[in-house]
């Protein structure tokens, strides 16, 4: 199951550097959402969830004019604590290795680019100086 987990740069930086991080609830798509949005598409649902957690990455920016970014993790159910509506916990740390891929967050929270995982490091100190 894919998550997504609204960050700030600095825990990006931080996640890269150990290797593992506490996180807050992913946005993934638990029973309960599917069966809320039996209208959805894979594609839809995973969009949707995506701009929640984008939602939740600009609200946590130093300023407005720092960019928010998501994470998107590959989690497996054995690493599940808790389901909610539209989130789960994790059991333990999520591990770097899980991450799939990272978005940075237009300011209007309308548009999300994308970041192959070998591309997060090299963009990290430019997204620091933001």
């Not at 807050?24 to 069966?35: D, E, M, R, S, W």
């Not at 909610?84 to 999520?94: C, P, Q, S, T």
Request: charged share 25%; with cysteine.
């Amino acid at each position: 199951m894919r998550g997504y987990l609204p960050v700030t740069v600095d825990e990006i930086a931080d996640f890269i550097k150990t290797g593992s991080m506490e996180c807050g609830p992913l946005y993934a798509p638990t029973i309960k959402f599917l069966t809320a949005n039996n209208d959805m598409d894979d594609e839809e649902g995973e969009f949707s969830l995506s701009m929640l957690a984008a939602d939740e990455a600009l609200e946590m920016r130093a300023s407005e004019k720092s960019p928010g970014f998501i994470l998107a993790l590959e989690v497996s159910d054995q690493q599940i604590s808790e389901h909610g509506e539209n989130f789960v916990i994790l059991k333990e740390l999520a591990q770097w290795e899980s991450v799939q891929c990272a978005f940075l967050v237009s300011p209007d929270g309308e548009e999300l680019t994308w970041f192959a995982t070998q591309e997060i490091s090299n963009s990290l100190s430019e997204w620091l100086k933001a």
